[in-house]
């Protein structure tokens, strides 16, 4: 407590965490705080089953649940009050996984992934939770690489819709959370944003754009539109639409529009409501934007749902609320190959740190590039260089768009090897080229 009194991020201190101190030991620890002049709050502990006064909750969930849960105020886990700790599992990408898991091992899911994941017989000892709603809801898997390229999009989705649900409600209904977890102390199937490899995953990038400064973010629930302005700047003259595409064909089924909004700033805004829509197919795209007076794009968001949704059962505990019955994603294994993806990357080395800038462009008339992952690998046959920060991934382009990307690295990860671009997505086959 002394030495982080005067830290700028320590805002909060806790006497204890799950369990409450004892009375005589509670106050010993007060009379130390005042003392040493500690000047924020402080609470007796974060986890309300074992003292309903604590002013957090602890309640879970830890295993993967659907992204409506966190909308789902009816359901326990979902977005309200303060929280010490929930989150979702989240397994690492197919190439960790094959670094901790060998090839007769890697497929089917078996004692290895298991011993990677929790305590032996403890409800964390296998990740069927999260493996159940990958062959529910996007179809029965055939091999670690297309678990693994399923998985991705589930983590994504999931962790979006987290942190969306946590900060569309922020100052009224919400007040503060800690995700389970940012990383793992080995390489796990549980719990990674990004891995023992410093990795970054579907569930990273998913967080990176719930996160991003101005923000546009649907509620699975009442199909509500929310701008999220983190930002110190109030924003005026914004338009903000959302579409429904059915899938494969992209054929728009609605378009709902809000024009001239006004965002406070550090606040969320509830814009618009999408109607019911008929017509749709099974699995559907809602397509959200927002633009500026100018016309340009400030924040750009794309989900897959289903007209068959995810629901919930009544029981709960403080790991998991049940799933009753899981959402159709199917049809995005639908979607037409796009072969029509092109990528350009440029490079500069500066002080052992280089920066590579890409270019992806859909040259499709017709044909969705769904959910891009573009990679700087070490050689030609090489592994992803990491650590290594990208403004964005998992990008979805429509007909004839295109998105910049930046990332970042010591050239020293790069182990002596050339650059190359390494280009793949969901239904878009992978390529690899040199970068200049």
């Not at 719930?210 to 539109?225: C, F, G, L, S």
């Not at 490079?347 to 800038?357: D, F, I, K, L, S």
């Amino acid at each position: 407590m002394r030495n982080l009194r005067a830290h700028p991020s320590a805002f909060l201190w806790t006497f204890g965490s799950d369990k409450p101190v004892s009375v005589t030991h509670l106050a010993q620890y007060k009379t130390i705080a005042t003392n040493l002049h500690w000047q924020n709050p402080t609470l007796d502990n974060v986890a309300t089953w074992a003292n309903a006064n604590a002013g957090m909750k602890m309640d879970g969930p830890y295993v993967w649940e659907p992204p409506t849960l966190w909308w789902d105020t009816t359901k326990a886990g979902s977005a309200f009050g303060t929280t010490a700790e929930e989150g979702t599992e989240s397994p690492p990408p197919l190439e960790s996984l094959q670094k901790f898991i060998g090839p007769a091992d890697l497929w089917p899911i078996g004692a290895v992934w298991n011993y990677h994941a929790g305590k032996p017989k403890s409800v964390f000892d296998n990740i069927h939770w999260f493996t159940d709603g990958v062959n529910n809801r996007y179809g029965t898997t055939t091999s670690a690489a297309d678990y693994a390229k399923k998985a991705e999009l589930q983590n994504y989705e999931n962790t979006r819709a987290f942190f969306e649900a946590w900060s569309a409600h922020e100052y009224t209904q919400t007040f503060g959370t800690i995700f389970w977890m940012l990383n793992g102390v080995w390489p796990s199937v549980h719990w990674n944003l990004y891995d023992w490899y410093y990795e970054p995953g579907g569930g990273y990038f998913g967080a990176k754009k719930a996160n991003e400064p101005v923000h546009i973010a649907y509620d699975y629930v009442t199909k509500n539109v929310y701008v999220v302005n983190s930002t110190l700047t109030a924003r005026s003259g914004l338009t903000a639409t959302a579409t429904l595409y059915n899938i494969p064909s992209l054929a728009a089924q609605s378009t709902t529009s809000a024009t001239n909004l006004s965002v406070p700033a550090n606040a969320s805004t509830q814009v618009l409501t999408i109607p019911a829509v008929a017509g749709l197919s099974t699995t559907y795209f809602v397509r959200l934007q927002l633009k500026d007076a100018s016309g340009a794009v400030v924040s750009n968001n794309l989900y897959w749902y289903s007209t068959s949704p995810d629901t919930f059962g009544n029981k709960s505990n403080w790991y998991s609320t049940a799933v009753r019955g899981f959402a159709n994603f199917t049809g995005l294994n639908t979607l037409a190959t796009n072969s029509s993806v092109t990528a350009s990357a440029s490079r500069t080395v500066a002080a052992g740190q280089e920066t590579v800038t890409i270019t992806l462009n859909n040259t499709s008339a017709t044909n969705i590039a769904f959910f891009l992952r573009p990679e700087v690998i070490a050689g030609s046959a090489g592994t992803e260089v990491l650590p290594v920060n990208y403004t964005d991934n998992f990008v979805s382009l429509f007909p004839g768009e295109s998105k910049t990307i930046t990332a970042t690295y010591q050239t020293s990860d790069l182990g002596g090897k050339a650059p190359y671009l390494l280009v793949r997505g969901y239904n878009v086959p992978t390529t690899i080229a040199a970068i200049p």
